[in-house]
């Protein structure tokens, strides 16, 4: 799995708050192949999965055993991202 680094406007159906979120690495947002041709996107919560399309719209809830693959985690480059452990330390 690769890191897919996008533009926020690429997703406009994701409100910036969401976006901020994944970013900041507290809810994920996955690139995945599925059955369901539509989904393109997979937007995992604390609490719950959702299948998103290439807009970033919401098609279902992800249900037990619904099969798809994980291609790529994505991140928004034009959005603050947390600093990471290695920017902490010198070395």
Request: hydrophobic share 35%.
């Amino acid at each position: 799995m690769h890191n897919l680094i996008l533009l926020s406007h690429q997703l406009p159906a994701i409100g910036l708050p969401t976006k901020s979120i994944v970013n900041m690495g507290t809810w994920f947002l996955y690139e995945i192949s599925s059955k369901d041709s539509q989904a393109r996107y997979l937007l995992k919560t604390s609490k719950e999965a959702f299948f998103l399309n290439e807009q970033g719209e919401k098609i279902s809830l992800v249900q037990d055993k619904e099969p798809y693959q994980i291609k790529n985690i994505v991140y928004f480059s034009d959005l603050p991202k947390p600093p990471s452990v290695q920017d902490n330390y010198a070395i």
